[in-house]
């Protein structure tokens, strides 16, 4: 049992250490407006692989890319965009952050105030026990499902109250196969593989 304690400990350190290290990348991102419709994004990044896009506001993408590295430096030419509502989108492996522009007749404008991170859930496993975190700073919820190949529900249950939310699933008495976990939070919804090899 303190085996247990002490490794749920030590992901939730590792996660903190992440986020941690993530929020750093909140501070060095950068956008220029170059010119009335012309856009410079740059940014430092410590999440891993990124997946960076430009949506509207019903969550349609309009562009996407994937990038790997340190630093990201790229234009984006908008003037083909209509005028309304977009948000630029920068998905790592600890948190998704949302970054809205306005696009008018003239110009584009950001407003920095209503910029969104959603922290997502980590998922590690070791051996038989699945360890589920998540940073919580806006008291979210997380609700933790896990489904098998036939949509039954074997385990649900939500998780609240504190800053950082963790769970340990037990998943040794499972049957060979493949199982689906399901992390709902933030109204987003995460999904992670478990494979059983018996």
Known sequence: MKNLLKKGLLVTMICFAMVAKASDNDDNI???????KLI???????????VISVKDLKGQVLYSENYKGSKFSKKYDIETLPTGDYFFEI?????IKLMPFKVTS????????????YF?????????LVFISKIALKNESLTISLVDESENVLFNETISG?????????????????YKLVLASDNRVFMEQIKIEK
Do not use: C, H, M, W
């Open 40 to 50: 410079d994004l740059e940014l430092q990044n410590f999440d891993g692989e990124l």
């Open 91 to 95: 998905e790592g492996y600890t948190k």
């Open 162 to 178: 504190t800053a950082t939310l963790g769970k340990v699933l037990n998943v040794k008495s499972l049957k060979k196969g493949s």
């Open 120 to 128: 997502k859930p980590i998922v590690r496993r070791d051996n038989d």
């Open 30 to 36: 950068k956008v220029t407006v170059i010119n009335s």
């Open 106 to 117: 003239k110009e584009v404008k950001f407003n920095n105030e209503i910029e969104v991170v």
